[in-house]
């Protein structure tokens, strides 16, 4: 059997990817994982797409320079604006984030699902071809989320600022009787008990970070990716962002003993 002990490497704007990295850690305790925040250029959702492929490019182009054997792009937005040049561009394995229309229009009771996301996403034609493939029969109701990720961004997941804003991107939604909510957006799933207080136990929320942990668990025994050790992978952290600004974040998210493999900036 093949041995590849290189990291894997996950990228975001900021720090939304680090629920996708949770989960990858869950099903692949083993490998070490790189991650990269591209803070200095966030955030991507509000970008042009030419702009977004650009710092998609760079951000692979630091994570293949540090020897990564797949990379995760680990943002709704950039999966949606460069997934494709990027598969075309490098000969390593990719594993991109869509909005999980699939099981929520599979999952609905109703035939509502509501969907939150960047702006950026929701106008990208990768939503647009989910919802024609998988949607059928099912109403799909949109809602742009600005300043959402800015919150988590700063740390915050639960403050009565969050609060005000989720009422306001979901009560719409709400009234519109939508019984599934899809989470658009690699940061919302660190609002989830935020949004679980609005939207009450009669709505399904669903977020594909776990599906992609999956899918990079497929993609590494397909491609014979797999490392092969004892103990736990070590994951390090890199920003082209103000470091310590990145610290305090991560250990309100994560807890401090995440930090201890933030070892530099890129």
């Not at 075309?88 to 229309?101: K, N, S």
């Not at 998988?134 to 700063?154: H, I, K, N, R, S």
């Not at 470091?243 to 003993?257: I, N």
Request: aromatic content about 6%.
């Amino acid at each position: 059997m093949a041995v590849d002990n290189r990291p894997l490497g996950i990228f975001d704007s900021g720090v939304g990817g680090l629920a996708v990295l949770q989960e990858i850690k869950s099903l692949c305790p083993h490998e070490d994982i790189l991650y990269y925040a591209d803070s200095a250029h966030f955030p991507y959702g509000s970008q042009e797409p030419q702009v977004v492929q650009q710092l998609a490019m760079a951000a692979t182009a630091a994570l293949v320079d540090e020897g990564v054997k797949l990379v995760v792009v680990a943002c709704n937005t950039a999966s949606s604006a460069a997934l494709s040049l990027l598969r075309q561009r490098y000969p390593i394995p990719f594993v991109g984030m869509v909005p999980a229309i699939k099981p929520a229009s599979a999952g609905t009771r109703n035939g509502r699902v509501g969907v939150i996301a960047t702006q950026g996403t929701l106008q990208g034609q990768v939503f647009a071809d989910l919802v024609a493939q998988f949607a059928e029969g099912v109403t799909v109701l949109t809602q742009a989320c600005p300043y959402l990720v800015e919150m988590v961004e700063d740390g915050e997941t639960a403050s009565p600022q969050v609060l005000c804003l989720l009422h306001r991107y979901l009560d719409p939604l709400l009234a519109q009787d939508i019984d599934t909510l899809v989470l658009g957006c690699t940061h919302y799933p660190f609002l989830r008990l935020a949004i679980e207080k609005v939207v009450g136990e009669g709505v399904t929320i669903i977020d594909a970070s776990h599906a992609v942990a999956q899918q990079v668990e497929r993609v590494l025994n397909s491609h014979h990716l797999n490392c092969q050790r004892e103990g736990q992978g070590r994951v390090t952290f890199l920003t082209s962002g103000p470091q310590e600004r990145f610290r305090e974040v991560v250990a309100r998210l994560l807890g401090p003993q995440a930090l201890l493999s933030l070892t530099g900036s890129l």
